[in-house]
């Protein structure tokens, strides 16, 4: 399985992006895709997970939406209000049995004041 994201960029603080990742190859062992992001110096961190249902992080909870397309074997990750605590790395995952399995290359968010 293969995984590409895109979809980082600068964007002030209280704009917008969607993040975008496509996988490829034989995801049938797949039943999870999560996000996660990885601030400078910090160990990375769950965002959001999609399985049939979705879950968050609290810290975007209520600003952050997780979604996904079957047929286009593709996550995405609406990020609204955004902080500038949310400048990352984002990286997509998918995950089988609660663990992350392969990951995409990431894509780096900077949220300027």
């Known amino acids: 399985v293969q995984l590409q994201a895109c979809g980082g960029g600068l964007v002030q603080v209280g704009g917008s992006l969607r993040l975008s990742c496509a996988a490829s190859?034989?995801?049938?062992?797949?039943?999870?895709m999560a996000w996660y992001l990885q601030a400078p110096g910090k160990q990375r961190e769950l965002v959001a997970i999609?399985?049939?249902?979705?879950n968050y992080a609290d810290s975007v909870k209520g600003r952050f939406t997780i979604s996904r397309d079957n047929a286009k074997k593709a996550v995405y990750l609406q990020m609204n209000s955004l902080k500038p605590e949310d400048t990352a790395v984002y990286y997509c995952?998918?995950?089988?049995?609660?663990?992350?399995?392969?990951w995409g290359q990431g894509t780096l968010v900077t949220v300027s004041s």
């Open positions: 999609i399985t049939s249902t979705t």
């Open positions: 995952a998918a995950q089988a049995a609660g663990i992350p399995r392969y």
């Open positions: 190859g034989s995801i049938f062992v797949i039943n999870a």
